[in-house]
């Protein structure tokens, strides 16, 4: 399956992005869909799933209250909904399958599938 990001780009602190990712050459509804985040100098860093199976969702402490994954299988695309966004949030935010687990998860290595990234970059 192949997963491409986009949504991103630059905004004020307090502001608000929607990342989309769509997939294309897998059957979207088999995989659970997560979104991680690498800022620069730091290690890649989980920030929200969503299942295959439930639609259970899981996010990260620092972006809980603020942004929202969902998806919309009939589209083939999986959204993440950021808002009130903080100058710690500018990463290169990239999408991620799963066939491996039905339910949300935030290990990356039970992710099989990788977009190429976006880049957020929030300004205070």
């Known amino acids: 399956v192949q997963l491409q990001a986009s949504g991103g780009g630059l905004v004020q602190a307090g502001g608000s992005l929607r990342l989309s990712c769509a997939a294309s050459g897998g059957t979207f509804s088999s995989y659970t869909m997560g979104w991680f985040r690498r800022a620069p100098g730091k290690e890649r860093e989980f920030v929200a799933a969503i299942g295959r199976s439930d639609g259970s969702t899981k996010y990260a402490d620092f972006v809980k209250g603020r942004f929202s994954i969902s998806r919309d299988n009939a589209k083939n695309t999986v959204y993440l909904q950021m808002n009130s966004l903080k100058p710690e949030d500018t990463a290169v935010y990239y999408c991620?399958?799963?066939?491996?687990?039905?339910?949300?998860?935030?290990?990356?290595?039970?992710?099989?599938?990788w977009g190429q990234g976006t880049q957020v970059t929030v300004s205070s």
């Open positions: 991620a399958a799963s066939p491996r687990v039905g339910y949300s998860t935030s290990y990356p290595s039970l992710y099989d599938y």
